[in-house]
């Protein structure tokens, strides 16, 4: 996938790794850049066109993906997380519906409707921003570790189909970056401009996955080992 010339649509792009995904893209030489946010009178990066759009209503992902029908590159960024006191926490099911809704059924819902553009339009890419979380879970971010996890076997399932169409499918994953997210997070984060580089990067390299940071790789290749990181994850701070 050549970023040069492409038609990139980013969801969540008004701020965080969404933005700085949909400037790299503008520095890369991409012809266009839609950034999809749920308020248009918001601020997005300047050169980029605003596209409303909320990925936990399916009409919404519908009419955006129907005004973009020259998009060749979608990245599915928009995502929450909600905080539990625990895996016990009586509020996890309502936290767990919120955050599957954006993390899970939003990427599925936008996947399905953009996956005939880019068929239509040369095959192109699907990036989905996933997470280190993809593969352990402190309890007070269960709901969003088990959303990340859901991502991920959504995302290998659509790599299969889409490749029948020339699709590349990218999964990245990363630990906490500096955004607005995990801002009152004390722990080490990642400048998103150097994940979003890492990304295009993969991409044009005709990755598959990555594992954007050294967090990343050390809880997956923990995986195989008999003492798993999920087994026992450090608190956060």
């Known amino acids: 996938m ?3 010339g492409s038609v990139a649509f980013v969801t969540g792009a008004n701020r965080g790794l969404g933005r700085a995904l949909a400037e790299a893209l503008l520095r890369r030489g991409a012809a266009k850049v839609y950034a999809g946010i749920r308020n248009t009178d918001g601020d997005t990066p300047a050169g980029t066109v605003p596209v409303k759009i909320d990925v936990t209503d399916e009409e919404l992902v519908r009419i955006a993906a129907a005004r973009c029908g020259d998009v060749t590159l979608l ?6 997380a909600r905080v539990e006191e625990s895996a016990l926490d009586p509020a996890l099911i309502d936290h767990a519906r919120t955050v599957f809704e954006a993390n899970f059924y939003g990427m599925i819902r936008t996947s399905q409707a953009f996956a005939p553009i880019l068929r239509t339009n040369g095959g192109g890419a699907i990036v989905n921003i996933l997470s280190d979380a993809t ?3 402190r ?10 996890s859901a991502a991920w076997a959504f995302t290998n399932a659509l790599r299969v189909d889409l490749r029948k169409q020339g ?3 990218l999964a990245l994953h990363v630990g906490f970056m500096d955004t607005d997210m995990s801002g009152r997070v004390d722990i080490k984060k990642h400048d998103p401009a150097l994940v979003a580089t890492r990304t295009f990067d993969a991409l044009e390299a005709g990755d598959e996955e990555l594992l ?3 967090q ?6 923990s995986l195989s080992t008999k003492q798993g990181y999920y087994l026992d ?3 956060i701070g």
């Not at 990245?75 to 929450?80: F, L």
């Not at 309890?139 to 990340?148: D, F, G």
């Not at 990343?216 to 290749?221: A, G, M, P, W």
């Open 2 to 4: 050549n970023i040069t």
């Open 75 to 80: 990245i599915n960024n928009a995502g929450v």
């Open 135 to 137: 593969w352990f879970a």
């Open 139 to 148: 309890s007070v971010l269960t709901a969003y570790s088990a959303s990340k």
């Open 167 to 169: 699709t590349q499918v």
């Open 212 to 214: 954007a940071d050294d």
């Open 216 to 221: 990343s790789e050390i809880v997956k290749r």
């Open 233 to 235: 994850p450090p608190p």
